[in-house]
């Protein structure tokens, strides 16, 4: 363990939660080096969605590998780009009725992101991105102007102008929050000015598992619809499934003008990340937004492959929706259990529990993991143990993980509760 802290930057995050070295991983098992067993309920925060090593993915990317494959070609086209794109055209934007040209940014979410934002401006000819409390959208530069904590703000170390922030659905409870946005808008006084787009998260991830209506998201499309901005939805995280439906807004009945994906898109947990937008705002010129890392083939082939075994019908998203009920189930039973303690959040395989603060829910996590669990928090201030499982986890697993989760909670509460007395 010692060459980590002897020469690995400061900035390393998530090992100081979890001090083991991790071994082998399969489906939502991890093992480490002394032969510890872990469930996981991290999923490569939210990358995979599909689990570890998944052996239809795992195969596909080795029968490349052996065919000597093109592993990086820039922009060039490739046989598996080629696949990628008819597949995901063909499962995924024409059963949905979307018509979306597919940008290939660099491998991160934020790259995407960083993509939708210049895109915004180069079509609207304005500067200014409304974004929502609480949101995240990554810590490069334009992605961090428009995330809302300031823990990640305060590490660019300058201004970052050309972002207004507006109250996210339920931020001031039962008060719509859109009407306090439209009002801005039509108030030349407001200091909002002409915004170019809005860019929301569907269900906030990094922000606490808050969860936009959907009366709200059709509410803001509206809006965007009536005061010319373009509606960017940030499905990087909540995306490929974790929501019960590929997108988290397919519910809603609306269509983005732009969507970014990453995370779980290739499958295998390989670098990938694409910008959805509608052919109207395609206005690029050749090489105008680039990335070395953009053509990523091996992300391609397993991409293709996710696409094929779990979206080519409904049986993969009905028992996600199963799997997501069963959980919101079960983690009601806590809350019920610990009345006033905690309270339930989030939706699909996206949900966990609210506690008084961080220092609870960190003392959970923690508890967690002593007993074989890998599950972090989530917040503003890090109050929500947030599950993340992977979405092809088996049901005895999952509820083994909330039954860890549930004595966590039973023996931080009752320390606590034994202190105070």
């Known amino acids: 363990m010692g060459i980590f802290k002897d020469i690995e930057s400061n900035v390393r995050g ?19 080096d002394n032969g510890g067993e872990y469930i996981d309920f991290l999923g490569g925060a939210g990358t995979l969605n599909y689990g570890h090593n998944n052996p239809r993915f795992k195969q596909a990317l080795l029968d490349y590998i052996d065919s000597d494959g ?10 598996a780009k080629r696949d990628f794109l008819e597949t995901f055209q063909q499962v995924i934007l024409k059963p949905r009725g979307m018509n979306y040209k597919v940008q290939f940014t660099g491998p991160t979410g934020t790259n995407a992101v960083e993509a939708a934002l210049k895109l915004a401006r180069k079509n609207s000819g304005r500067q200014t991105i409304v ?12 992605a961090a102007a428009v995330t809302a904590n300031g823990y990640y703000k305060d590490a660019i170390g300058m201004p970052l102008p050309g972002v207004q922030f507006m109250p996210y659905d339920g931020y001031l409870g039962d008060f719509n929050t859109l009407a306090y946005f439209e009002k801005a808008l039509q108030d030349s ?16 991830g990094e922000g606490g598992l808050n969860v936009a209506s959907a009366d709200w998201m059709r509410g803001l499309q509206a809006l965007c619809r ?31 003008d732009i969507v970014t994906l990453s995370k779980s898109l290739s499958g295998y947990g390989l670098p990938m990340a694409v910008v959805l937008l509608k052919p109207e705002l395609d206005t690029w010129k050749p090489g105008e937004h680039n990335g070395t890392f953009r053509g990523n083939n091996h992300a391609f082939v397993t991409s293709r492959e996710a696409l094929l075994t779990y979206w080519s019908d409904d049986r993969f ?28 959040k989030g939706r699909g395989i996206m949900q966990g529990l ?31 143990v947030k599950v993340l499982a992977p979405l092809t986890i088996e049901e005895e697993t999952l509820e083994a993980g909330i039954a860890i989760l549930a004595a966590a909670v039973e023996q931080v509460l009752n320390e606590r509760m034994a202190k105070a007395s």
């Open 189 to 204: 006084s407001s200091g909002l000015g002409h915004p170019a787009a809005v860019i929301v998260e569907c269900i906030q």
């Open 317 to 344: 998203s009905h028992s996600v929706q199963q799997k997501a009920q069963l959980l919101k189930h079960r983690l009601l039973q806590i809350q019920a259990r610990h009345a006033g303690a905690c309270h339930h």
């Open 131 to 142: 974004s929502f409390t609480n949101g995240f959208h990554g810590v490069t530069q334009g």
């Open 70 to 79: 093109m592993t990086h070609g820039l922009d060039m086209h490739t046989e």
């Open 14 to 32: 998530y090992c100081r939660s979890f001090p083991v070295v991790f071994k082998e991983a399969r489906n939502a098992r991890l093992l480490d």
């Open 354 to 384: 609210e506690f008084a603060n961080g220092k609870v829910a960190s003392a959970i996590t923690r508890a967690c993991f002593e007993r074989g669990l890998v599950i972090e928090t989530s917040g503003s201030d890090d109050q929500v």
């Open 226 to 256: 009536r005061y010319d901005m373009l509606l960017i939805v940030d499905d990087i995280q909540a995306g490929c499934g974790r929501s019960g439906t590929f997108f988290s807004f397919e519910e809603f009945d609306i269509q983005p």
